[in-house]
């Protein structure tokens, strides 16, 4: 079975940074882009950041562009989310997802509270 568990957000301080991890099993990690969502309270789900099987490739949504970056060990089988410079805006619950055959795969998220 595809498994996804997110890990590492808690409170932080406006302008402090979080590194996020997935850890991902049940597909071949390194076969597959990856990307990050979040889901503010009351709100739609934002895509986040994406990133390509081997890493070469990343993207970013506009609101995180120069703040955030993506990463992934293939060897470890685990995404990362380097979040910095954290706004109040930045508050929400966040997932890391794939898609494997048509597929979309989303885990258990982890919660970011960006709060003074």
């Known amino acids: 079975d595809v498994q996804l568990q997110a890990s590492g957000g808690g409170l932080v301080q406006p302008g402090g940074s979080l590194k996020l991890s997935c850890a991902a099993s049940?597909?071949?990690?390194?076969?597959?882009?990856m990307t990050w969502v979040r889901q503010a309270p009351g709100q739609d789900p934002e895509w986040v950041s994406a990133?390509?099987?081997?890493?070469?490739?990343?993207n970013y949504a506009d609101p995180v562009k120069g703040r955030f970056t993506i990463s992934r060990d293939n060897a470890k089988n685990t995404l990362y989310l380097q979040m910095n410079s954290l706004e109040r805006e930045d508050t929400a619950v966040y997932y890391c997802?794939?898609?494997?055959?048509?597929?979309?795969?989303r885990g258990q998220g982890t919660l970011v509270t960006v709060s003074s």
């Open positions: 997802a794939t898609e494997i055959h048509g597929v979309t795969y």
């Open positions: 049940g597909f071949t990690f390194s076969t597959y882009f």
């Open positions: 990133i390509t099987g081997s890493g070469d490739l990343t």
